[in-house]
């Protein structure tokens, strides 16, 4: 699945971002590659690439931080589905991984725990 919006005016830089929804890296550098051959992809410059991937949750699961969990589970949109999407890179060194799971789940849960409240509007 592949969402278009256009940015042009948000003091994005850009015009407009494509936003690939797949669980297969491979399809999606499949797509990019296919992409990049159409008139709209060979004229148009590159100013950010952010990949990712959908995986199964490490921290924040029913088991391990259930009302955390719900909270984010339970929030549903105040009016019609936002229009935008807000993307937050998250980079992890090696004294993230060099912590506890215990550590990290803490550390998860003080960053997302304000979250919630917002999450009707994004």
């Known amino acids: 699945i592949v969402d278009t919006y256009l940015t042009r005016g948000l003091g994005a830089g850009s015009d407009y971002l494509l936003r690939v929804h797949s ?16 008139k709209l992809g060979m004229y148009s410059d590159v100013t950010e690439n952010l990949v990712g991937i959908t995986k199964a949750l490490n921290y924040v699961s029913k088991d391990k931080s259930p009302d955390l969990n719900a909270g984010l589970s ?4 105040s009016d ?20 506890s799971d215990e550590q990290r789940l803490k550390e ?12 009707v509007n994004v």
């Open 80 to 99: 019609s589905a936002p229009r935008y999407v807000i993307v937050i890179p998250v980079k992890k060194d090696a004294a993230w991984w060099n912590m």
């Open 74 to 77: 339970s929030a549903t949109y």
């Open 23 to 38: 669980t297969d890296m491979a399809a999606t550098q499949a797509f990019l590659v296919d992409w990049r051959a159409t």
């Open 108 to 119: 998860i849960e003080v960053h997302t725990q304000p979250t919630p409240q917002y999450l």
